[in-house]
C-alpha cells in the first residue's frame, strides 16, 4: 500500500533526516516507527504528506508516486489519509465541530452527510459534550481526539499519526492509543511514530525501530528496544 | 461547485466577525487608504478650480481710436470671435464705459465732477478677450495689430493692447499652470502607489498569522481555491465596510470643508471666490455616483486582490 524505495533527505542545512530508507506497510497494518528525536521518524511522515520532498528515493502509495502528483490529485490523496500532529494542528477560529465539519467539507461531502458524521465522530472521541468550543477552550487530550476524529471523519486509507501522544499525560496517552486501535480494527492502516515505550508496548503490532536516519530493526510484533 | 461557493462565502463571513480585531485592523488601514483617493480626487478638482479662477482673471483689453466706427468694430468683434483660441469676447461702447465708470464711483462727487469739467465722453471703446490657454495672448495681440484690424480706407480701429503691460504676468502664469498639473498628478500617483503598498503589506501581515492553518488546511485535502476563497470573501467584506466608512468620511470633510475655506479666506474674499468656497460639496454631490463607483470598487479591489496575493504563499504545500 505505501512503499518507501531508497529514500533519502538531507536538509538545506546539510543535516541528513533519511539515510537510504526502504520499507513497505501493508493494508490493515498498525506500524509503529519508534527512534529517538531526530532519528527522522517526523520526516519520514512528511514525505507521506508530501509536506516535504525526499532528496532521491520514492515514495508510493498504491502504485503513485507521492511526490510527482499534481496539485489536483495530491488534493485527493490527501483526502485518503488522516493526519493526526503532536501540536494537533486545529484552526483556531472554528469550533470542534467546525473543525471536523471543514475536513468533510473540503472533500465535497454534502450538508447533510456533515450533520450526520461531525456529531457520530464527536462521539466515537468521547467529545459529544463539547462540540462548540473552540481550541483554546479545550484541554491537550480533548484537543487531540478533535484531531483525531477530524482525520477520522472521512474514512480515509491510513491514519498517520506523529507523535500524538507526545503532549499528552500517560491517561490521555492511553486513550488515544486505545481510539487508535479501535480504528485500526475497523481496517484503517495506522501509520504511528513515538519514543514512548509505554506506548510501543500497549500496541504490540508491528515496531520499526530507526537511528540516525536509518531503519534498524523491523520487528513484526515488536518490542520496545533501544 | 455551488455548495462549495455557498460555504466559501460563508466561511469568510464567518471568519470575519471571529477575526475581530484583525478585520478591523484592515478596515481601518483600508479606509486611510481610500480616503486619501478621495482627498486626491478633491484635491484635483480643487487645484482645476483655482486654476480656472486664475485663468478666468486673466484677459486682455483692446482699445479702439475715438473715431472708429461701431459697425467696424463689431465687425472685428465677429472676426476675432471665429479665432480658434478665443474664449469669448465683450464688447464695451465708450457710453457704456462711461456709465460703469460713474457707476463705481458713485459715492466720490470729486471724480464725477472732474469727468463732467472734460465736457465729452474720455473713455474710448474696447473690447475685452478671453482666451481657452494664457499661452495663447501674445498671437491674439498680433493678430489684432495685424491689418485684419483695419478700416476700409486702411487706418487702424485699435489705438492700443493692454497685453504688453500684462505681458510678463500672463506668459509667468502660461508656463507655470502646467508645471502645476503636472506636479499634482505626480505626487497623487506616488501617494497611491504607497497606499497601495501599505494596505497590501497590512493584509498580508493579517493572512501570515494565519499560515500555520492555510497549510493544516491543505494538508486535511482542502482545495487551493476552497482555502484561498474565505479569505478572498473576507477581503472583500473589509473593501465595502472602509469604502461605506471612506464616503462617510469624505461627506463630513466635504460639508466642513465650505466653513473651514470660507474662515480661512474671510468673508469678503469668500463670497467673492464663492464657487470656490462651496466648490467640494457642490462637486460631491454633483458626482456622487462616480465617487461612490470609485471608492466602492477601488476598496474590493484592494482586499480582494491583497487576500488573493497574500494567501499565494500559503499554499505551496
Given at each position: 500500500m505505501i512503499y518507501y524505495d531508497k529514500v533519502t533527505k538531507i536538509y538545506p542545512d546539510g543535516s541528513t533526516a533519511l539515510d537510504n530508507v526502504s520499507f513497505g506497510v501493508e493494508p490493515k497494518e498498525f506500524v509503529t516507527i519508534v527512534g529517538h528525536s531526530g532519528a527522522g521518524k517526523t520526516?519520514?511522515?512528511?514525505?507521506?504528506?508530501?509536506?516535504?520532498?525526499?532528496?532521491?528515493?520514492?515514495?508510493?502509495?498504491?502504485?503513485?508516486?507521492?511526490?510527482?502528483?499534481?496539485?489536483?490529485?495530491?488534493?485527493?490523496?490527501?483526502?485518503?489519509?488522516?493526519?493526526?500532529?503532536?501540536?494537533?494542528?486545529?484552526?483556531?477560529?472554528?469550533?470542534?465541530?467546525?473543525?471536523?465539519?471543514?475536513?468533510?467539507?473540503?472533500?465535497?461531502?454534502?450538508?447533510?452527510?456533515?450533520?450526520?458524521?461531525?456529531?457520530?465522530v464527536l462521539e466515537l472521541v468521547d467529545l459529544a459534550?463539547?462540540?462548540?468550543?473552540?481550541?483554546?477552550?479545550?484541554?491537550?487530550?480533548?484537543?487531540?481526539?478533535?484531531?483525531?476524529?477530524?482525520?477520522?471523519?472521512?474514512?480515509?486509507?491510513?491514519?498517520?499519526?506523529?507523535?500524538?501522544?507526545?503532549?499528552?499525560?500517560?491517561?490521555?496517552?492511553?486513550?488515544?492509543?486505545?481510539i487508535l486501535q479501535k480504528i485500526n480494527e475497523l481496517g484503517t492502516t495506522v501509520f504511528l511514530t513515538t519514543h514512548n515505550k509505554g506506548v510501543v508496548d500497549a500496541v504490540g503490532g508491528r515496531v520499526i525501530t530507526m537511528e540516525k536516519g536509518k531503519v534498524v530493526r523491523d520487528d513484526k510484533s515488536g518490542k520496545y528496544i533501544l | 461547485m455551488f455548495i462549495n461557493l455557498k460555504r466559501i462565502i460563508k466561511t469568510g463571513f464567518v471568519n470575519f466577525w471571529r477575526n475581530g480585531f484583525l478585520s478591523f485592523s484592515a478596515i481601518i488601514v483600508l479606509t486611510l487608504c481610500l480616503v486619501s483617493f478621495g482627498a486626491i480626487m478633491f484635491a484635483d478638482v480643487f487645484g482645476h478650480a483655482m486654476v480656472d479662477q486664475v485663468k478666468d482673471k486673466i484677459d486682455i483689453t483692446?482699445?479702439?481710436?475715438?473715431?472708429?466706427?461701431?459697425?467696424?468694430?463689431?465687425?472685428?468683434?465677429?472676426?476675432?470671435?471665429?479665432?480658434?483660441?478665443?474664449?469669448?469676447?465683450?464688447?464695451?461702447?465708450?457710453?457704456?464705459?462711461?456709465?460703469?465708470?460713474?457707476?463705481?464711483?458713485?459715492?466720490?462727487?470729486?471724480?464725477?465732477?472732474?469727468?463732467?469739467?472734460?465736457?465729452?465722453?474720455?473713455?474710448?471703446?474696447?473690447?475685452?478677450?478671453?482666451?481657452?490657454?494664457?499661452?495663447?495672448y501674445s498671437s491674439i495681440s498680433d493678430f489684432l495689430s495685424s491689418s485684419a484690424a483695419m478700416t476700409a480706407s486702411g487706418t487702424p480701429l485699435v489705438d492700443s493692447v493692454n497685453y504688453g503691460e500684462n505681458q510678463v504676468i500672463i506668459d509667468r502664469l502660461g508656463r507655470l499652470i502646467p508645471d502645476v498639473e503636472g506636479a499634482g498628478l505626480g505626487l497623487a500617483i506616488l501617494l497611491v502607489i504607497v497606499a497601495v503598498i501599505v494596505t497590501f503589506n497590512t493584509i498580508r501581515l493579517i493572512i501570515y498569522t494565519s499560515r500555520d492553518e492555510i497549510s493544516v488546511m491543505r494538508l486535511v485535502g482542502a482545495s487551493?481555491?476552497?482555502?484561498?476563497?474565505?479569505?478572498?470573501?473576507?477581503?472583500?467584506?473589509?473593501?465595502?465596510?472602509?469604502?461605506?466608512?471612506?464616503?462617510?468620511?469624505?461627506?463630513?470633510?466635504?460639508?466642513?470643508?465650505?466653513?473651514?475655506?470660507?474662515?480661512?479666506?474671510?468673508?469678503?474674499?469668500?463670497?467673492?471666490?464663492?464657487?470656490?468656497?462651496?466648490?467640494?460639496?457642490?462637486?460631491?454631490?454633483?458626482?456622487?455616483?462616480?465617487?461612490?463607483?470609485?471608492?466602492?470598487?477601488?476598496?474590493?479591489?484592494?482586499?480582494?486582490?491583497?487576500?488573493?496575493?497574500?494567501?499565494?504563499r500559503y499554499l505551496k504545500v
Amino acid at each position: 500500500m505505501i512503499y518507501y524505495d531508497k529514500v533519502t533527505k538531507i536538509y538545506p542545512d546539510g543535516s541528513t533526516a533519511l539515510d537510504n530508507v526502504s520499507f513497505g506497510v501493508e493494508p490493515k497494518e498498525f506500524v509503529t516507527i519508534v527512534g529517538h528525536s531526530g532519528a527522522g521518524k517526523t520526516t519520514l511522515m512528511k514525505m507521506l504528506i508530501a509536506e516535504d520532498h525526499p532528496t532521491s528515493g520514492v515514495v508510493f502509495f498504491e502504485s503513485a508516486n507521492i511526490h510527482k502528483m499534481k496539485k489536483r490529485d495530491m488534493t485527493r490523496y490527501r483526502r485518503r489519509i488522516g493526519m493526526v500532529f503532536q501540536d494537533y494542528r486545529l484552526i483556531r477560529n472554528k469550533t470542534a465541530y467546525e473543525n471536523i465539519a471543514f475536513a468533510m467539507e473540503a472533500a465535497g461531502r454534502t450538508a447533510s452527510e456533515v450533520a450526520a458524521d461531525v456529531p457520530h465522530v464527536l462521539e466515537l472521541v468521547d467529545l459529544a459534550d463539547k462540540m462548540w468550543n473552540f481550541p483554546h477552550q479545550l484541554s491537550g487530550g480533548e484537543r487531540q481526539r478533535v484531531a483525531i476524529a477530524r482525520a477520522i471523519v472521512n474514512q480515509p486509507d491510513i491514519i498517520v499519526a506523529d507523535e500524538p501522544t507526545g503532549n499528552l499525560d500517560p491517561e490521555n496517552t492511553f486513550e488515544i492509543i486505545r481510539i487508535l486501535q479501535k480504528i485500526n480494527e475497523l481496517g484503517t492502516t495506522v501509520f504511528l511514530t513515538t519514543h514512548n515505550k509505554g506506548v510501543v508496548d500497549a500496541v504490540g503490532g508491528r515496531v520499526i525501530t530507526m537511528e540516525k536516519g536509518k531503519v534498524v530493526r523491523d520487528d513484526k510484533s515488536g518490542k520496545y528496544i533501544l | 461547485m455551488f455548495i462549495n461557493l455557498k460555504r466559501i462565502i460563508k466561511t469568510g463571513f464567518v471568519n470575519f466577525w471571529r477575526n475581530g480585531f484583525l478585520s478591523f485592523s484592515a478596515i481601518i488601514v483600508l479606509t486611510l487608504c481610500l480616503v486619501s483617493f478621495g482627498a486626491i480626487m478633491f484635491a484635483d478638482v480643487f487645484g482645476h478650480a483655482m486654476v480656472d479662477q486664475v485663468k478666468d482673471k486673466i484677459d486682455i483689453t483692446v482699445y479702439f481710436n475715438q473715431g472708429a466706427a461701431e459697425s467696424d468694430i463689431l465687425a472685428l468683434q465677429q472676426t476675432v470671435d471665429k479665432l480658434p483660441e478665443v474664449a469669448s469676447t465683450t464688447y464695451i461702447s465708450s457710453d457704456e464705459a462711461l456709465a460703469n465708470f460713474q457707476n463705481k464711483w458713485q459715492n466720490n462727487s470729486l471724480i464725477l465732477q472732474s469727468i463732467d469739467e472734460i465736457n465729452e465722453n474720455p473713455f474710448p471703446a474696447a473690447m475685452t478677450i478671453k482666451a481657452k490657454e494664457p499661452s495663447e495672448y501674445s498671437s491674439i495681440s498680433d493678430f489684432l495689430s495685424s491689418s485684419a484690424a483695419m478700416t476700409a480706407s486702411g487706418t487702424p480701429l485699435v489705438d492700443s493692447v493692454n497685453y504688453g503691460e500684462n505681458q510678463v504676468i500672463i506668459d509667468r502664469l502660461g508656463r507655470l499652470i502646467p508645471d502645476v498639473e503636472g506636479a499634482g498628478l505626480g505626487l497623487a500617483i506616488l501617494l497611491v502607489i504607497v497606499a497601495v503598498i501599505v494596505t497590501f503589506n497590512t493584509i498580508r501581515l493579517i493572512i501570515y498569522t494565519s499560515r500555520d492553518e492555510i497549510s493544516v488546511m491543505r494538508l486535511v485535502g482542502a482545495s487551493n481555491t476552497y482555502v484561498r476563497g474565505p479569505f478572498v470573501v473576507s477581503g472583500i467584506m473589509c473593501g465595502i465596510i472602509s469604502g461605506l466608512l471612506t464616503l462617510l468620511i469624505l461627506a463630513g470633510l466635504v460639508f466642513w470643508s465650505g466653513a473651514l475655506i470660507a474662515h480661512i479666506a474671510g468673508a469678503t474674499v469668500a463670497s467673492d471666490l464663492s464657487s470656490v468656497v462651496s466648490i467640494f460639496s457642490a462637486y460631491f454631490i454633483s458626482n456622487f455616483g462616480e465617487i461612490f463607483t470609485i471608492i466602492m470598487s477601488a476598496g474590493i479591489i484592494l482586499g480582494a486582490i491583497s487576500s488573493y496575493l497574500a494567501v499565494r504563499r500559503y499554499l505551496k504545500v
